[in-house]
């Protein structure tokens, strides 16, 4: 069942349901987060799923001492998205800022999600950074899948390693949830789990 992110994850909805809250507001203002006003609850779950399996992969590049990134992006704004999804994934906080103070209208402190929706966080190890998390830094996840999904062309993966493999289908569907493509846990599992299927052809 389609139940939007609005009602099922954030906290603080406005008592007139047909009122969005005020982050969803600040999101739709965004010129790379207005993107993900129409996240349903369970696409979001499977959002924070694949930015977990991201930081993942980059921090084992990174703990094999490698030159980060193993592939090549063509637009420099679509590395810069992916470090800053890494620190908010390793720490829940980012030191980027915004020339032009966006993400200044939410809150560094105060946990966006509720309760019961971090409960459901808390069942994967994908996800359990996510528990806590505040307005900024999610809202920041959410461009910057918007700054790198608007920018995603070609990829270049020189080395066929395991992880690259893994990263290389993590994009992907980081990449579908973007374009619209509803989509759940289960479903971005099969895709790791089997990465040399299309994976595209496995979200449909």
Partial sequence: MYVPATLMAFNNPPKDTEKPPQFVVGLNYGKYSNWSV???GQTLLALLWATGVLGNCLASIKAAGEEQPLFEFEHPRVS???DVLFQ???TGQTDFTMG???DQQFSETDPILTEEFAMQLAEY???IWAQNICERSLALVLWMIGEYGCRAS???FPNDSDVNRKLQAVLLILLKIFQGKRCTIVTDQRILEEPALAAE????
Wanted: charged fraction near 25%.
């Fill in 38 to 40: 129409y996240l349903d």
């Fill in 80 to 82: 810069m998205a992916m």
């Fill in 88 to 90: 908010i994934q390793q």
């Fill in 100 to 102: 032009s103070e966006w």
């Fill in 125 to 127: 190890d994908e996800t």
């Fill in 154 to 156: 070609r990829l270049c």
């Fill in 201 to 204: 052809e496995a979200l449909g």
